[in-house]
């Protein structure tokens, strides 16, 4: 079967990582960004030049129609997906919950829940037997936040990673036995540049005396663990939630 694989927010950090990763693992990569066409196209440029085959394709995962031609385009281009990583997503400023506005929520459930469930929608209208498919894998990128509540400062965050939580032990049973297995990572304090995004660029080296592990991971820590439950090495699991976060 040939492996076609879409990274949503594939231009940058875990996305970015996991497109790398998985080229060298044997996939052909579609690597989705919304606005930063030269970051995706160095990731491919990186594919190729190393042998693979990857194209970048255009979408806001929140905006469905996007997402429906950028599907339409990876069906023409690449074939039938067999994987996706449901990476793409958004911080805001750190903030009280008494502080944020309804503008910000919106925003965050959007990209983060809404545009994570189009993704997998189309998804299974390709891998499942039911419709034709050969099966295939799904891997959403939750945060160590849904379990830790990220208080004082993305409470809205981990609240749309915990939506992804429960969207994901509710697929996996759904098209268990339509040959899918989904399940998610959940990273911790990660070295990527979301942090500065969220006002916060040096919000790893200021929390990492809470990890265990005493630092931040990286995204290609965070990329094995992705790839790994794409492969045929974790054939036998779905409904899991595999936790990179160095303890905490």
């Not at 419709?131 to 830790?148: C, F, K, M, P, Q």
């Not at 304090?189 to 790893?204: F, K, M, Q, Y």
């Not at 790839?227 to 160095?246: E, K, M, N, Q, R």
Request: aromatic share 4%.
């Amino acid at each position: 079967m040939n492996k076609v694989l879409l990274v949503t927010g594939g231009s940058r950090g875990i996305g970015a990582a996991t497109a790398l990763l998985a080229a060298r693992n044997g996939w052909s990569v579609a690597v989705n960004y919304t606005a930063n066409s030269l970051a995706a196209d160095e990731v491919v440029r990186q594919i190729r030049a190393s042998g693979g085959q990857a194209m970048s394709v255009q979408a806001d995962v929140a905006d469905e129609a996007q997402v429906l031609r950028m599907f339409e385009h990876i069906d023409a281009k690449l074939g039938r997906l067999s994987g996706l990583v449901n990476n793409a997503g958004v911080v805001d400023v750190a903030a009280r919950v008494d502080e944020m506005s309804v503008a910000r929520w919106k925003r965050m459930f959007d990209i983060n829940v809404i545009g994570s469930l189009i993704c997998a929608r189309e998804a299974v209208r390709r891998m499942s037997t039911r419709h034709g498919g050969e099966g295939g894998s799904i891997v959403n990128v939750s945060s160590a936040a849904a379990r830790l509540g990220a208080p004082g400062q993305y409470v809205d965050y981990a609240a749309a990673k915990g939506a992804i939580d429960a969207f994901t032990i509710g697929l996996a049973k759904e098209v268990a036995a339509e040959g899918i297995r989904v399940n998610a990572v959940r990273p911790g304090l990660i070295e990527t540049d979301i942090h500065a995004s969220g006002g916060l660029p040096n919000r790893v080296k200021d929390l990492q005396h809470l990890v265990p592990a005493q630092r931040g991971g990286t995204a290609e820590e965070v990329a094995e663990g992705i790839v790994w439950l794409l492969s045929d090495g974790a054939s036998y699991t779905t409904l899991s939630f595999l936790d990179i976060s160095g303890g905490r």
